[in-house]
């Protein structure tokens, strides 16, 4: 492909390949690339799509490849597209209170970046420090904060994309969406881009509301449980009271100790679960707040619950909630969940976890954003083990049909990507999937932008 795509960085050296071949989801297919590309503008991009549209070879875009899907896994013969040298802030517009910035932007460093100017970008997910703006948009990623301050599609004004179809042909470079905070001009392209895991073309520049940085540091409160059920019930506790915390975290005990093993952050694992409520309402009202949260948990049965005054340590917690997932991975492969069920239906879920793991002999560990009933438990397995990995496969299965009997969905923000596809086709309607196929037939009709996600 090099003699193809003269002046573009190709990639054709295989163990290069074989590691832009895959994101991090354990046992998701994939395949061997034809190539990879790293471009470094829309016009790098819009080369790529047209000479790959006439050769009618897959185009995979990926971002950092932290997904945990299978959503930016490779098919054979494939061009991976990998976005992470398009990496400019192109501009912060803080009278506005907007940034545009290409897809590679790292989430961390575009909130710096927009602190700077007294501004704040919420999107939070805890792949903040390495996943990118683009990753993030392509998956309509939550986070810690999006109980309050909503997801990545809250955020997105518009978008730049390469797209083909009946837009003008493969290559075509079209501007969805807008640059104002309001706007309903026609449907909202840019919304069904936001969540389209690559499937419709490839993001080349993003538009993002922001909003003024939080005037004083955040409250942490903290409530250690004897059981996962108990901080179950506190969370829906929190919802029934009216109160809506910035965040509402989870980790059991084993998430924990692999953490404080790794990092050695000072956390004594002195309970099955704890609660880590982040509250930012300022003044006398935010103290009041944070002494209701702590109320609640103390009503749920909590073992205890306070306020943290050490800033320090507030921040270690929440470090830990963070670092849960890499923590859990040096100990071996890690299936990972991302069921969401209605506030009031948390703690029972979080039983049906334990029964789930109980009945298929797997061993599960739990973080989740609480707060919004999005469950993360991590099944793991030691590698080699294969008995372990189906145990594994089947608790992983048998939590999705728990879910959605449970009113719920099989993904709140890591995507269908290749591992929930039959999730999917399981929550949606048969009339639903038909119309997702006849959006992606109409404006991807060769399938060719990666193609297998989603809807298969």
């Not at 071949?21 to 047209?50: C, I, M, N, Q």
């Not at 975290?249 to 609660?275: F, M, N, P, Y």
């Not at 109980?358 to 609480?370: D, E, N």
């Amino acid at each position: 492909m090099k003699d193809v795509l003269p002046g573009l960085d190709v990639v054709d050296d295989p163990d290069v390949l074989e590691s832009l071949s895959h994101d991090d989801a354990e046992w998701a297919p994939y395949g061997t690339p034809l190539a990879a590309v790293r471009p470094r503008s829309t016009e790098d991009v819009r080369r790529v799509v047209a000479a790959c549209a006439e050769r009618r070879i897959p185009i995979i875009p990926r971002g950092a490849g932290t997904g945990l899907s299978g959503g930016a896994n490779a098919v054979d013969g494939a061009m991976v597209v990998d976005l992470s040298r398009m990496n400019r802030i192109v501009a912060i517009d803080a009278e506005n209170m907007t940034a545009t910035v290409q897809p590679g932007v790292i989430n961390d460093d575009l909130k710096r970046a927009v602190a700077e100017h007294g501004l704040w970008y919420p999107p939070d997910p805890a792949s903040a420090p390495w996943s990118t703006i683009g990753g993030n948009v392509s998956t309509n990623a939550g986070g810690l904060c999006c109980l309050k301050y909503g997801v990545t599609r809250d955020y997105v004004l518009g978008m730049e994309a390469v797209v083909g179809g009946p837009a003008g042909g493969y290559g075509t470079v079209v501007r969805l969406g807008r640059q104002t905070t309001k706007g309903v001009s026609g449907y909202d392209l840019a919304g069904l881009f936001t969540g389209s895991e690559g499937t419709f073309g490839v993001i080349t520049e993003i538009t993002v509301r922001l909003r003024p940085a939080r005037r004083e540091a955040p409250r942490t409160v903290v409530g250690a449980f004897d059981s996962l059920v108990a901080a179950g019930r506190a969370v829906a506790g929190i919802t029934r009271a009216g109160l809506l915390p910035a965040a509402l975290e989870l980790l059991d005990r084993t998430c924990l100790r692999a953490v404080e093993q790794w990092k050695h952050l000072g956390i004594s694992a002195d309970a099955e679960a704890l609660l880590l409520a982040q509250l930012d309402t300022p003044g006398r009202a935010g103290d009041d707040e944070a002494a209701a949260v702590a109320a609640v948990f103390g009503a749920a049965g909590a073992l205890w619950a306070e306020q943290s005054t050490d800033e320090v340590e507030a921040d270690a917690l929440f470090a830990a909630r963070r670092l849960a997932y890499p923590a859990l991975e040096r100990l071996g492969p890690v299936l990972t969940e991302d069921v969401c069920v209605p506030r009031s239906r948390v703690p029972e879920m979080l039983l049906l976890i334990e029964e789930i793991a109980a009945r298929h002999g797997a061993t599960i560990a739990t973080i989740a954003h609480a707060g919004d009933g999005n469950l993360h438990p991590l099944i793991l397995a030691p590698a080699g083990d294969e008995a372990a990995k189906r145990a594994a496969q089947g608790a992983f299965e048998e939590m999705l049909t728990a879910a959605i009997g449970m009113g719920g969905t099989v993904t709140g923000e890591h995507g269908v990507g290749l591992l929930k596809r039959d999730g999917m086709r399981q929550e949606l309607s048969p009339a639903v999937q038909a119309m997702q196929v006849a959006v992606k037939r109409t404006l991807d009709p060769l399938n060719l932008f990666n193609p297998g996600k989603v809807i298969g």
